[in-house]
């Protein structure tokens, strides 16, 4: 077999290890056959009377051998390392092999030289011991090469000088049988010769093939090792959030439905951030992205050992564990969570953060029942104030199943013709001359009775009918506004409100100002009423609500008083009107707090040059208190409930109207 040779130094270093290892080995084990056959020559001396002489060939063959097998038990720091000791450059080791495997040849050289003197004891192999001696030099030659095949170059030193030796007795001795007896020992010296180069080709080829082997099995190894690493950092990241380390929404599914599968006392808890939007838009995404991890934070300490906690996106966290194995309740969990947001935060003002959290701890099989149901009792939280955690109970069960049936009716009621729009009056400051008409959508749900419009407006979002509920209500508005010029009532305008999804996703502009076009009326004939909310982003509604100012449509901002908007957002979306929000006027006679809210609303109306409308009068002593401050616009229960379409065209009928146009006029 012949080699390949190694272009690879890695390799021919593995092999050369491969060969001094074997190389130790069968020094080894030949040498106590060295030793006797050296004692047994030493003893034929003796016997044949050169005892003196055999001595101290003997003592110098051991000597030798001696040395032979201390290289071979002698530390090789290319060899296997021992435990504690410092490793090497693949260099250094090589170059330690190497060096060994020079020395062993050296040992094996000086101990043939040994070998060489053997003529000494048989006088040049003239005696009657020759044949003897040149058997025993045949034997322990022949030995060193069958086991010298690791490495030729040691059994090549050991046998050439006896065997050299021998020929060149016969030679000196002369005559034809010793000369031919001579030219065999050389030929038997080159067959051995090569023989020992042959060997250790095959060896170094069988040593190649182990090593590639073992090359490409720990390759295997690594690559699995690799893999399943890289496997297990991919389910990590499949399962856990990359800002805060939590659970993401996919690893949490997978924890609630492994509890829910085990039979497990689920109870779920919805995390929500109050104020988290203010953060961002303050002090930037990278704070808030701080804020984020430190919360996570500080929700992982707070939370037995036994909660799961999530981030499910957003400002948006999640925990879910089994009530069996944690003694605290949740709603004492739920207050202990709400404390520790709310400590101070390192990067903006004490107080900015809250938390909202809803709780659903009733047994279900479904984890979709289980979320439903907790989001459910997180906006119920929500509607209550920043700081608070809400039980998911038997009212907020009838809630959800309401809209769930609102969200699966709607498309049918509203293809059937069973939503309407009301009409409330707007009236001047003597609280009996209409203004103008507020549009109020209604729906009679044959089930759950009359559905509230924020419920009714989330269950069109949710159903996809967002667009449609609002073309549904701007032709009823549409149609009151002909109703009106019929009657000849130019002057009055009606309002229709507009959310801020609607505003955000639906091109509000064009429905509005297409529909007005398309039935010939005046765009000054519409008012929009938009929510505060809808001013936390201007840059998404602002394009949109500039066109319809543009076209003539007046602005109004509703529930004014209570949300976000500052005096740079009523100025970006063009407000014409702001209308006080219900809470601020209810009570307000009795309430010095509320008169002191609303008064400055009114002076900030007259110094912008705003329309100012109470809305939710309930009682004669608020009407009494708003008029005696000035307010030119009022709306309310006591003065006009919403009606009907016809109700309201009856009511307009026997009502006086006042004179807009002055008013404003009045007001600037």
Not at 73 to 99: K, N, Q, T, V, W
Not at 288 to 317: S, T, Y
Not at 512 to 530: C, F, K, Q, Y
Request: with cysteine; proline share 4%.
């Amino acid at each position: 077999m012949r080699s390949r040779p190694s272009t690879e130094p890695h390799l021919d270093r593995l092999i050369r290890r491969d060969q001094l290892e074997a190389v130790r080995a069968s020094v080894q084990q030949a040498l106590p056959v060295n030793v006797l056959l050296g004692l047994a020559g030493f003893l034929v001396a003796l016997h044949s009377g050169h005892g003196a002489l055999g001595a101290l060939w003997f003592s110098a063959s051991t000597a030798f051998n001696g040395l032979r097998f201390g290289l071979c038990r002698a530390p090789c720091a290319g060899l296997a390392m021992s435990p504690g000791r410092a490793p090497i450059s693949e260099e250094a080791a090589a170059r330690s092999i190497d060096r060994h495997l020079w020395l062993a040849c050296l040992a094996a050289l000086l101990s043939g030289s040994v070998w060489a003197l053997l003529p000494l004891l048989c006088d040049g192999y003239t005696s009657a011991q020759t044949l003897f001696y040149l058997t025993v030099t045949c034997g322990i030659t022949a030995g060193a090469v069958t086991h010298g095949i690791a490495y030729a170059r040691i059994p090549i030193c050991f046998i050439t000088p006896p065997l050299v030796s021998v020929a060149g007795c016969l030679l000196a001795v002369g005559g034809f049988d010793q000369t031919c007896l001579a030219a065999t020992v050389l030929l038997y010296l080159a067959a051995l010769i090569r023989s020992s180069i042959a060997t250790e080709r095959g060896f170094r080829e069988t040593s190649r093939l182990k090593n590639e082997a073992t090359a490409l099995a720990e390759a295997r190894k690594a690559a699995h090792a690799s893999a399943s690493a890289l496997a297990e950092e991919m389910r990590e990241r499949a399962t856990h959030d990359g800002l805060t380390g939590l659970l993401n929404r996919a690893g949490f599914i997978q924890r609630a439905e492994e509890q829910l599968a085990a039979g497990a006392s689920v109870c779920l808890m919805l995390l929500d951030l109050d104020g988290f939007k203010s953060v961002n838009d303050v002090y930037g995404h990278s704070t808030g992205d701080r804020v984020l991890a430190e919360v996570a934070r500080r929700i992982r300490v707070a939370v037995p050992v036994d909660c799961d906690a999530a981030r499910l996106g957003g400002d948006e966290f999640a925990l879910v564990y089994d009530s069996a194995r944690v003694i605290e309740s949740p709603a004492a969990l739920a207050e202990r969570l709400i404390r520790t947001v709310a400590q101070p935060f390192e990067s903006f003002d004490t107080g900015r953060l809250g938390m909202s959290i809803g709780i659903c701890h009733r047994p279900s099989d479904s984890l979709t029942h289980l979320l439903s149901c907790a989001d459910e009792a997180l906006y119920a939280a929500k509607h209550s104030g920043r700081n608070h955690f809400r039980l998911f109970d038997d009212g907020l069960s009838t809630r959800l199943e309401m809209r769930r049936d609102c969200e699966r009716d709607l498309s049918q009621a509203l293809a059937e013709g069973e939503l309407e729009v009301w009409f409330q009056p707007i009236f001047g400051p003597d609280g009996r001359s209409v203004t103008n008409l507020e549009a109020l959508v209604r729906w009679h749900h044959p089930v759950h009775g009359w559905v509230p419009p924020a419920d009714l407006i989330s269950a069109a979002a949710m159903a996809g009918l967002t667009e449609s509920l609002l073309r549904f209500i701007l032709e009823q508005v549409c149609a009151m506004l002909c109703a009106l010029r019929t009657r000849g009532l130019h002057d009055l305008s009606v309002a229709m409100n507009v959310s801020p999804r609607e505003m955000a996703q639906i091109a509000v502009d064009e429905i509005v100002l297409g529909r007005l076009r398309v039935l010939g009326l005046p765009a000054t004939a519409l008012e929009i009423e938009i929510t505060e909310e809808t001013a936390l982003d201007i840059e998404a509604v602002q394009g949109k609500l500039l066109a319809l100012s543009r076209a003539g449509i007046r602005m109004a901002l509703d529930d004014f008083g209570t949300g976000y908007s500052s005096l740079a957002s009523v100025r970006q979306l063009r407000a014409d009107r702001v209308k006080i929000d219900r809470s601020l006027v209810t009570g307000l006679s009795e309430a010095e707090d509320k008169r002191g809210l609303v008064q400055a609303v009114l002076g900030l109306g007259r110094a912008l040059g705003l329309e100012v409308v109470a809305e939710g009068i309930e009682t004669a002593d608020d009407l009494a208190t708003l008029q005696a401050m000035g307010c030119p616009f009022m709306q309310g229960y006591h003065l006009g409930r919403p009606q009907p379409r016809d109700d309201i065209l009856r009511f307009l009928d026997a009502r006086p109207r006042a004179d807009v146009q002055a008013l404003r006029l009045r007001e600037a």
